[in-house]
Structure formats: C-alpha cells, structure tokens
C-alpha cells in the first residue's frame, strides 16, 4: 500500500503563472487535507476535502487558490498567478474517514518557489 | 478555539542525554493531542497520540508525552538521544471536529555526538 503520493516533489513558477500541485491520497482514503508550511513556521490548513466535495476552506485565500477532490483522479491544489509570497511547501494528507483520532498521513510534500 | 504552543524552537542535546520538548495547549475541554515529527526535507509522521485513554501515552522510537490538564501541557520525552533523532517536532490538536489539524510552531531537535 503505497502512501500518500505528491507530484512534482519541487516546482518553480514565475511570477504570474499557474501552479498546480497534485496529491493521491492513500488507496482507501476519501479524505484529503492540505497545508501550507512557510519557511521556518509550522503547518498551516488549507483546505479538507471529500471525494468531489469541499467541506471546510476556511484556510484557503480567498483570491487565486482552488482545490478540487474529483470522483477519479489525483486531488488539484492550483494557484493562480503565482507571487513571491507563496513559495512554500504545500503538504497533502489523507485519512480513511473523518475521525480526530483518526490518524492522518502525510505525503512527502511539494517544494514551490516563485521567481 | 484550541490552539498549542511549542515553549522552544530550538533544543539541543549530546547523544545519550534526555530529551524534554515542551508544549502547551489551550482548549475549553479535554482535547486530543498529537505529536509529529519531520525529517529533512520529508513528510511527517505521527509519533504518538493522547485520546483520553490514558495520560502516559507511548509512541514510536522511545518517545513518550504525558498528558497534565492542571498544566495544560503535553511535553515529549525520551529518556535517551540519538543521533537519528534530529528533526522538527510539531505539537499538534485537531479541531472542528475533525481532522483538521492546529500545529505549533515546531521545535528543532539538535542532537550532538
């Protein structure tokens, strides 16, 4: 069973361009959350999905960040007309329900840097 | 709101010394706590949990935390370094009721020959 699965692994981006991170999450997992993890900070949420559905984006920006969780696919964080601020690296986990004791696993990360 | 904060960014200790990693949280009520470790440049692993089952909680490695609600604090120990543990340990709460997870700002472990 492999795990969590994030493509590219790093990712530069001009300023102005589309980024668009992927996250598979585990095989039997229909939950996905992402983060955020600014240089020298802790993990910050984004977003949790469920397949094809968004339940909680109280952590996304409100302007050029999307998610969607389709019926088939990898989960799609996209940013839209990168800038400087959000070089980052963006962490995808995925849990097979929505328990809080339910332990979530993390993906190895996607490295982004805007130039 | 639950929230958890990690009273250093940095510790170091020499190989075979003890290790303390502090951290403190705020909740209305009894929370659940997570511990999670990352490497260089790799993803993070769970490395033990309290769920109210019971205060001394064990995890992976030789690493343990106990949960103390009249110090509202849940600190990370083990007995004795190694080398392999230098990394960033966050302390961690979910919230909303589900698995979205509050990180503290994390603790760099240092660990000297």
């Known amino acids: 069973n492999a795990g969590v699965m994030q493509n590219p692994r790093h990712l530069v981006r001009r300023r102005g361009q589309e980024a668009r991170l992927r996250c598979s999450p585990m095989?039997?997992?229909?939950?996905v959350y992402w983060y955020r993890q600014l240089p020298e900070e802790g993990l910050k949420f984004m977003v949790y999905?469920?397949?094809?559905?968004?339940?909680?984006e109280s952590g996304m920006p409100k302007e050029r960040f999307s998610a969607e969780f389709p019926k088939e696919g990898p989960s799609i964080l996209r940013i839209q007309q990168v800038v400087r601020g959000d070089s980052a690296a963006y962490f995808c986990?995925?849990?097979?329900?929505?328990?809080?004791?339910?332990?979530?696993?993390f993906g190895q990360g996607t490295r982004l840097t805007v130039v | 709101a639950q929230s958890v904060t990690q009273l250093d960014s940095h510790v170091s200790v020499s190989e075979g010394t003890p290790v303390l990693l502090r951290c403190n949280y705020s909740?209305?009520?009894?929370?659940?706590l997570f511990w999670y470790v990352q490497h260089p440049n790799k993803g993070l692993q769970l490395l033990l949990k309290?769920?109210?089952?019971?205060?001394l909680v064990k995890g992976i490695n030789g690493f343990e935390a106990e949960f103390k609600k009249s110090e509202t604090s849940f600190h990370l120990t083990k007995p004795s370094a190694h080398m392999s543990d230098a990394a960033e340990y966050f302390c961690?709460?979910?919230?909303?009721?589900?698995?979205?997870?509050?990180f503290g700002a994390g603790t760099r472990l240092a660990v000297h020959p």
């Open positions: 961690v709460v979910p919230s909303g009721g589900y698995n979205k997870l509050i």
């Open positions: 999905l469920q397949k094809e559905n968004i339940i909680d």
């Open positions: 095989k039997g997992h229909s939950h």
């Open positions: 309290y769920t109210s089952a019971a205060t």
């Open positions: 986990a995925s849990s097979p329900d929505r328990g809080m004791y339910t332990e979530a696993f």
């Open positions: 909740s209305s009520y009894s929370p659940s």
